[in-house]
């Protein structure tokens, strides 16, 4: 089921926010919504979602047209939402966690449970820990897979590397050469990079589409299919993650 965004608009207090913007993601596609601070980037995200009202334009998911639909609408329409901080709920267990998206969509959790803990094995060891007691990359982890468990057809990532050590992110490139072959595997700290590694299971499966922004340009270039560029609320530049090149990120990218 295909994300397409057509020319859509926010303001705020009289403000222009977005302008014109139009982008599209295909089922099993990683699409980059990359750009500087302050462009726009989230905004998008909450556009799509319904937490921010879209005043012109076209957001549309499959044949559904998602504007005017209420948040929860949407979300049962086929959108998931990580948002940036993850949002995960610390005084409940990991179980409790994974659990509460799917009850508050009126679903019932069977196989999915257990493609998430295969996706994210850590997890697993700590179903009845409080979800405040994780490390922030097993907490990213359990926002994803609590996203997952509501069966979405188009998958939104906030910033899903923010907190992760940049050493571990540094080893993104190996792990996933490492899932096509052995899938998830390994002990210890490393198990954080997961969170890459799982983005890239996830398209593989080819039946989940990934709008991911993302400020880390390594990450992108590894997971990622296309890239947009945001400057100001426009999309700015994009295309094939093969052609971000040097020009284009040091126009739109470096600070």
Known sequence: ??????GVQVSYDGSRIL????LS???????????????GKTTTLRAITGL??????????GDVELTGMRPEERARAGLGFVPQGRDIFPNLTVWENLRIGAVAQGKKIHGELDRVLALFPVLKQMLQRKGGVLSGGQQQQLAIGRALLTNPRILLLDEPTEGIQPNIIDQIGDTIKRLSTHGLSGDGPEREQEINDAIRAIRREGQIGILLVEQYLDFCLEVGDAFHIMDRGSIVAHGPISELGDDIVRKHLTV
Do not use: D, F, H, Y
Request: glycine share 12%; net charge positive.
């Open 1 to 6: 089921m295909k994300l397409e965004l057509s």
């Open 19 to 22: 302008r014109e913007v139009s």
């Open 25 to 39: 993601v295909s089922p099993g596609e990683v699409v980059c919504l990359m750009g500087r601070n302050g462009v």
């Open 52 to 61: 921010v009202r879209a005043e012109s334009g076209s957001i549309k998911l």
